[in-house]
């Protein structure tokens, strides 16, 4: 008798995996990450999605590390690329009064929580893994698990994975529980 496999669909918001990477002083493999959730979920993953906002969004969309993000293992983890753009943000320091620019996301999280329900309410998944550690996210996960019923599983960092999103988690996957598999 066979048992059956939930669907399983993985979402990542890109900056935060990378701030991930970043903060440890050391990257990981996106191909050892997904082998890793594969392993942990105890079977494949329908659908993987990686979502992440750029200056030119078109022209980074054809990049070799976005190339080789969405080819099929063993080669890469077989993605789907969703790029959007980056916004100047003008800000001025409260105390020393220098006006300076910065590059913030625009969209991606939007963009999440709405790839999140539309493949929920469209019976693409039964289980969601979601690599992203914002507690903007509460609203749609709640309504995804709550109103949907489906599964939610957070992998994230411990020390930036929001609580808000924490309560909801079916199961957490910690990535510093992973470093030994991901890391470059």
Known sequence: MSISHPKTVWIADAAYLYNYGRSRGAGFDYLKLKNELVRQNGGPLYESYYLNAAIDPTAEAQSAFHTWI??????GPQMRVQMYKLKDQHNRCPSCGTNFDRHVQKGVDV???TLMIKLATQ??????ILS????????AINYVKS???KEIWL????TTL????QCYADKVLWLEEMQAAIDK
Do not use: M, T
Request: net charge negative.
């Open 70 to 75: 969405k080819s099929a293992a063993p080669k």
């Open 111 to 113: 963009a999440i929580a």
């Open 123 to 128: 019976g693409v998944y039964d289980r969601l």
């Open 132 to 139: 992203a550690g914002d507690g903007d996210f509460e609203d």
């Open 147 to 149: 109103d949907l019923r």
């Open 155 to 158: 992998n994230g960092a411990q």
């Open 162 to 165: 929001s609580v808000d999103l």
